[in-house]
């Protein structure tokens, strides 16, 4: 071999040799230096649509990405695995993200399992499947939840009656319970609408459907779905109601053994002296409370407090509690916000009375100045509920007929926030509570 020769091999070697070297120092910059996590902060500065954020993480979870929801930190944030399938995503759907190397992830982490920092890291496991319990056709009003999940763009599923006698909740993880009326009493609409054509078309078709499932009136066949519904919750299933679904289910489930309904609603007396036949014992959230039997007023019963509010639209506003993040874990998930301070709004059933709540159900969201309780959470058997009063977080005094809200203007709603959070709840690998 040459000199030359010789010279041109070690030139090579050593060219390898740097290549070599330079990929070695890259690969580790990779792993320490470059982009391996995206955050998608939840603060009301920096994120442009905080409802689509939510979507987001259902669609990392679809997708088998890794997510993690850090509770307190800007406003209840999402971390991920970078992915650009993930990255691509927030960009079409309008979601503010930051691309964060593996080390300014850390130290987030780090900063968040400070003892002396109210927040935590989640870990949040699987995209929950979800079912909305809500008639067949168009009713005249709309539903916050299904706009919520519609704009959001997390999928679900419509159930209703048949379904559930059929024992398909099983199937789901989280059950969204539609505006509805489970004393089959029709909404109490009796006075306002009994000869609007929905309204009579809504009776006849209830009633075709009870006969067809076998039962002699509609509010023993509401009665035996929300039985279906209770032991759901109890066997580990997670509830979610809003307005007059709430106090209506329990109202189901106090008078299991006792007919409250009068005789334009099932065809047949109320039993004698019903009040004082109510069990108590069988009702998720609410205890002694007093029904209304008069058919013609719009109100079910004590619980709620629509008719004894004097607040001012411009002054009606609910604080959410803070909760201890290492400690409470659930009740922080579920109060995630960007404020604390969120605009009141009403319904059927708007606000829960406090002396009618019982003692071992959380009050997550209170209006202190009218001393009302607006969002609730409590636990039964293995699983758990929350309820939620009022019908539309965007719409002040939706009325029968009004238009449906459009999400589109109002992307950073803290009210609608409070429902996706109990929409991810189930995705969050649990913690037992602390206290």
């Not at 999940?149 to 993880?173: H, K």
Request: proline content about 5%.
């Amino acid at each position: 071999m040459t000199f030359r020769s010789k010279f041109r091999k070690v030139k090579n070697n050593q060219r390898q040799f740097k290549a070599l070297m330079l990929f070695t120092v890259f690969f580790f910059l990779g792993l320490t230096g470059f982009a391996n996590k995206i955050l998608v902060p939840m603060d009301p500065d920096t994120q442009q649509n905080h409802l689509k954020a939510y979507g987001i993480t259902y669609f990392a979870l679809e997708h088998q990405i890794k997510a993690q929801w850090l509770l307190n930190y800007r406003g209840g944030s999402f971390l991920f695995d970078a992915e650009d399938l993930l990255e691509k995503e927030c960009k079409i759907r309008g979601v503010s993200f930051e691309i964060l190397t593996d080390n300014d992830a850390l130290a987030i982490l780090d900063e968040i399992s400070s003892p002396s920092k109210n927040m935590e890291s989640v870990i949040l496991e699987k995209a929950p499947k979800i079912a909305v319990y809500s008639p067949k056709g168009n009713k005249p009003w709309d539903d916050a939840v299904t706009m919520a999940l519609t704009y959001a763009e997390i999928p679900y599923e419509t159930i209703y009656d048949t379904e559930v006698l059929n024992d398909a909740l099983v199937l789901y993880d989280w059950l969204h319970l539609h505006h509805e009326d489970f004393t089959g009493q029709y909404g109490k609409f009796y006075r306002a609408y009994r000869t609007a054509p929905w309204y009579i078309e809504d009776k006849k078709n209830a009633e075709a459907l009870a006969e067809n499932l076998g039962y002699r009136k509609v509010s023993e066949e509401k009665l035996a779905v929300a039985l279906k519904i209770r032991d759901y919750v109890v066997g580990g299933g997670f509830m979610f109601a809003m307005c007059s679904a709430t106090d209506s289910f329990d109202i189901a489930l106090a008078a299991e053994n006792t007919d409250i309904a009068e005789p334009m609603f099932d065809g047949d007396p109320s039993d004698p002296g019903y009040q004082s036949k109510l069990d108590f014992t069988n009702s998720f959230a609410f205890t002694d409370f007093i029904l209304e039997r008069n058919p013609m007023v719009y109100e079910f019963s004590s619980i709620d407090m629509t008719a004894k509010r004097a607040v001012p639209m411009e002054k009606d506003y609910f604080t959410l509690m803070d909760y201890s993040a290492k400690w409470d874990v659930i009740p922080t998930m579920l109060t995630q916000n960007h404020t604390r301070l969120v605009k009141g709004f009403m319904g059927q059933t708007t606000a829960y009375n406090p002396d009618n709540i019982k003692a071992n159900v959380l009050v997550m969201g209170e209006n202190k100045v009218n001393g009302e309780a607006r969002y609730i959470h409590g636990v039964k058997g293995k699983g758990f509920f929350t309820f939620y009063g009022g019908h539309d977080p965007e719409d002040y005094q939706h009325r029968v007929g009004d238009p449906k809200t459009e999400l589109e203007l109002h992307p950073n709603s803290p009210g609608y926030r409070l429902i996706l959070n109990n929409v991810l709840f189930p995705a969050a690998k649990k913690k037992k509570k602390k206290t």
